[in-house]
């Protein structure tokens, strides 16, 4: 059986035409399916459709967060859900066309254990478009380990990455990372990015800086060692500074015949050296901050999620269950 795991924050106007597109899609994959659809804590109808879609159709499950926790946790959340034996990661927006589900299937029935898409052109604004040109590459000039180019968390995974990532304490999960970070058999299918089917982006601009902030930071201690090297060359100024002013003052005269120079009582080169390293002091702390401030989230061992309301196979009865998810 293979499991489909869709994060869906108000995405009620879309969830038809997903439903619909799906169905379709999944006739010609020639498996059992599932679908896992995680509502982080939608505010519009995306729960009610859920239901209405579950009781048309078993193979939907559903589970609903108490609040809105992330794109990243919900397909966490999904995953440690899945039961099948390969799970897909599809966007609700249709962003991700689940037609090119059947070609994940055949490079997984070749022996694949991952099988990413690959975004080969986006529909999508020019700026957007440059950030994740600009973010992708920079990460993997300085991620520890390569994390493929224009992948996003469209793909497919064995049960045996599955249940790698399903056991990873991480709380900052950039999911395409710690796939990529598995190991195993991977290999990338390019496909077209659709454009949004219906709906409202979910993503704002500070949710997406995040993301990249995650993936960079979880991925690399580059940055820690940026500020070593600052430090250094700021010092090496400094030294070199301090060398030109010592011999200015022994060799005055020269300096001043030759070079014009004279020891002016300059209190704008001190101040500019001050705020200068006090900048770079500052940069350093902040990059700093970004490591203990994950140390700590991590060590507070808080649930990932928190599931309020479920709808399974057989439909459950009794009234909903609460739990908490991940790990502590
Ligand atoms: N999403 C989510 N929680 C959020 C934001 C987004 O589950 O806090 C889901 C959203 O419903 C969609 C997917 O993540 O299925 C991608 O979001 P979106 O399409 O807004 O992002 P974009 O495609 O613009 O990167
Ligand atoms: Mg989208």
Redesign the pocket.
């Known amino acids: 059986m293979i499991s489909v795991v869709?994060?869906?924050?108000?995405?009620e106007p879309v969830l038809d035409t997903l439903y619909r597109r799906l169905t379709e899609a999944a006739r010609t994959w020639g498996e059992e399916y599932e679908v896992i659809a995680?509502d982080?804590g939608s505010l519009d109808g995306t729960w009610q459709k859920l239901v209405e879609i579950h009781q048309r159709d078993g193979r939907w499950r559903a589970i609903r967060f108490s609040r809105?926790f992330?794109?990243q946790t919900?397909i966490s959340a999904g995953m440690a859900e899945a039961r099948g034996q390969a799970v897909v990661i599809l966007?609700?927006?249709l962003?991700d066309p689940p037609e090119v589900v059947n070609e994940f299937l055949a490079k997984w029935r070749e022996g694949y254990h991952v099988v990413y898409g690959i975004r080969r052109r986006r529909k999508e604004g020019l700026f957007k478009k440059a950030a994740y040109f600009l973010f992708y590459r920079i990460l993997r000039s300085i991620a520890a380990t390569p994390i493929p180019v224009d992948s996003g968390d469209f793909c497919l995974m064995d049960r045996c990455v599955v249940d790698i990532l399903n056991r990873m304490p991480e709380r900052n999960r950039f999911v395409r990372g710690l796939r990529a970070w598995t190991g195993f058999r991977q290999i990338g299918v390019e496909y077209e990015r659709q454009a949004?089917a219906a709906g409202q982006?979910?993503?704002t601009f500070k949710?997406?800086l995040q993301l990249a902030i995650d993936g960079i930071f979880s991925f690399s201690v580059w940055p820690l060692r940026l500020a070593t090297r600052l430090g250094l060359l700021v010092s090496t100024f400094a030294f070199l500074g301090v060398v030109f002013t010592f011999l200015q003052r022994i060799y005055a005269d020269w300096f001043d015949k030759y070079l014009g120079l004279r020891p002016v009582p300059g209190f704008a080169t001190t101040v500019i050296a001050i705020l200068f390293l006090g900048g770079v002091q500052l940069i350093c702390l902040g990059i700093i901050g970004e490591y203990i401030g994950r140390i700590y989230e991590e060590v507070k061992g808080r649930p990932l999620w928190i599931i309020c309301d479920r709808l399974d196979t057989p439909p459950a009865t009794g009234p909903a269950q609460t739990s908490t998810g991940g790990k502590a």
């Open positions: 869709i994060p869906c924050y108000n995405e995680v982080d809105n992330g794109h919900a966007d609700a927006d962003q949004r982006p979910q993503y949710k997406l």
